[in-house]
């Protein structure tokens, strides 16, 4: 089962503008990352952040999150062609377990 | 170099033939998990094992095996593959689990069954 979805499906935008992306998930927390993929490629972890934290950084890229609504946000700026690929969160719950259960993507395309 | 090792990087077989994909860490991590991916639905945990002879299943278990016999390595198994299997497969670690550190992943697998 699903437990992140991200939105947009899918931006595109200009080199140098920022890009936000948005992930909700239906249930309580234990933490949410955020992963990057290549086309094709395996997933690089981007940032954890706990459910105790409200934001976090890590070079050009800014993420929130808000358990009152159960929802995040990834924020890069100052875009690159480079940072094209999909992004996707993914959410371990609370029981106790170590499930991380993915979303189905955000596709970010940088254009020249 | 730290890595996840997935074998083979494509694999094409027919409906019914056994294979195994092979997934080796060298990082000393204790959690491993396998994750298909498939268009529009994401990736999909098949199997996760916590440690050596330590196993469980994901989302999606049917139709695949695996095995923990050694800490770094964790085989995935279809004994009879189907072309529903037909998907990108990734082996993922992580030191102790997903409840404090990030996944590491593996390449990707494309499987082919016809």
């Known amino acids: 089962s699903q437990q992140g979805e991200e939105d947009p499906q899918a931006l595109s935008i200009q080199e140098g503008e920022n890009a936000t992306m948005n992930c909700s998930y239906k249930?309580?927390?234990?933490?949410l990352q955020w992963y990057r993929q290549n086309s094709g490629r395996g997933l690089v972890h981007l940032i954890l952040?706990?459910?105790?934290?409200r934001e976090k950084h890590s070079g050009r890229l800014r993420v929130t999150l808000d358990t009152s609504k159960k929802s995040s946000s990834l924020l890069i700026t100052a875009s690159r062609a480079a940072d094209t690929a999909s992004y996707f969160c993914?959410?371990?719950?609370?029981?106790?377990?170590?499930?991380?259960?993915f979303g189905t993507g955000t596709q970010l395309k940088v254009e020249l | 170099e730290a890595q996840v090792t997935q074998n083979p990087r494509y694999l094409i077989t027919v409906t019914g033939k056994k294979l195994t994909v092979t997934c080796s860490q060298n990082?000393?991590?204790?959690?491993m998990s396998w994750y298909r991916q498939d268009p529009g639905l994401g990736l999909r945990q098949i199997y996760y094992?916590?440690?050596?002879?330590?196993?469980d299943k994901g989302d999606v278990p049917e139709g695949y095996k695996v095995s923990r016999k050694e800490k770094r390595n964790f085989p995935l198994i279809l004994e009879s593959p189907s072309p529903n299997q037909t998907s990108l497969y990734f082996c993922?670690?992580?030191?102790?689990?997903?409840?404090?550190?990030?996944?590491?992943f593996g390449n990707g697998t494309r499987l082919t069954v016809t």
């Open positions: 094992s916590m440690n050596v002879e330590v196993t």
């Open positions: 249930t309580s927390i234990n933490n």
């Open positions: 993922a670690s992580s030191p102790r689990g997903t409840r404090d550190s990030p996944l590491h």
């Open positions: 990082m000393n991590h204790e959690y």
């Open positions: 993914a959410t371990v719950g609370t029981g106790g377990g170590n499930k991380l259960t």
């Open positions: 952040i706990r459910s105790n934290e």
